[in-house]
T-cell receptor
Framework: DTAVSQTPKYLVTQMGNDKSIKCEQN?????MYWYKQDSKKFLKIMFS???????INETVPNRFSPKSPDKAHLNLHINSLELGDSAVYFC??????????????FGNGTRLTVT | EDQVTQSPEALRLQEGESSSLNCSYT??????LFWYRQDPGKGPEFLFT???AGEEKEKERLKATLTKKESFLHITAPKPEDSATYLC??????????????FGTGTLLAVQP
């Protein structure tokens, strides 16, 4: 009965490779997010989709491309991986932005290590 | 610039020793302040939302309070299982969406038996 699930949990790859992370939520939420947590534990938003539509796109390299096939799924594809991409990537979901009592629910993260 | 600052960075308590964590923020038009708990290897887990100065929320040994410039997370008689990183966050409006959360860097709490 996992609410927000991400796969894989660990991802180790070499520089220059392309990889994807998948996320699914079964909470019936309309909005999904990708956050990046760096080595200092600082969480920063990357993208947000509301009902399959991109609504937040922070200053993220074009090598990162999110895709939302439906409102329960949000995937993250990363091209030409670089050492600096090493981090923990969290997927999250919530009810409609702007609603009160719409906290984010996070998955358990994907630890990406680029060697 | 919108900013969230948490202190202390790390806190070590003995079991039963009460204390408080601080979260100060500088955002215009606060639309709520969120507290999360994060265990190692896990995603942040939602604890509380506070919307207006003077508001308080409680859950077991935790009580969160909010003023116009900061929030406190009070931990009463903590137990070792309260050990975690506590994060606070405020939403920044973005094209009508208010769920672009600005996170603080967290307070790492260790409660020793």
């Amino acid at each position: 009965d996992t609410a927000v699930s991400q796969t894989p949990k660990y991802l180790v790859t070499q520089m220059g490779n392309d990889k994807s992370i998948k996320c699914e939520q079964n909470l019936g939420h309309d909005t999904m997010y990708w956050y990046k947590q760096d080595s200092k534990k600082f969480l920063k938003i990357m993208f947000s989709y509301n009902n399959k539509e991109l609504i937040i796109n922070e200053t993220v390299p074009n090598r990162f491309s999110p895709k939302s096939p439906d409102k329960a799924h949000l995937n993250l594809h990363i091209n030409s991986l670089e050492l600096g991409d090493s981090a923990v990537y969290f997927c999250a979901s919530s009810h409609q932005p702007g609603q009160r009592n719409s906290p984010l629910h996070f998955g358990n993260g994907t630890r990406l290590t680029v060697t | 610039e919108d900013q969230v600052t948490q202190s202390p960075e790390a806190l070590r308590l003995q079991e039963g020793e009460s204390s408080s964590l601080n979260c100060s923020y500088t955002v215009s038009g606060l639309r709520g302040l969120f507290w999360y708990r994060q265990d190692p290897g896990k995603g942040p887990e939602f604890l509380f939302t506070l919307y207006s100065a003077g508001e308080e929320k409680e859950k077991e040994r935790l009580k969160a309070t909010l003023t116009k410039k900061e929030s406190f997370l009070h931990i009463t008689a903590p137990k070792p299982e309260d050990s975690a990183t506590y994060l606070c966050a405020v939403p920044k409006g973005y094209g009508g969406a208010t769920n672009k959360l600005i996170f603080g860097t967290g307070t790492l709490l260790a409660v020793q038996p």
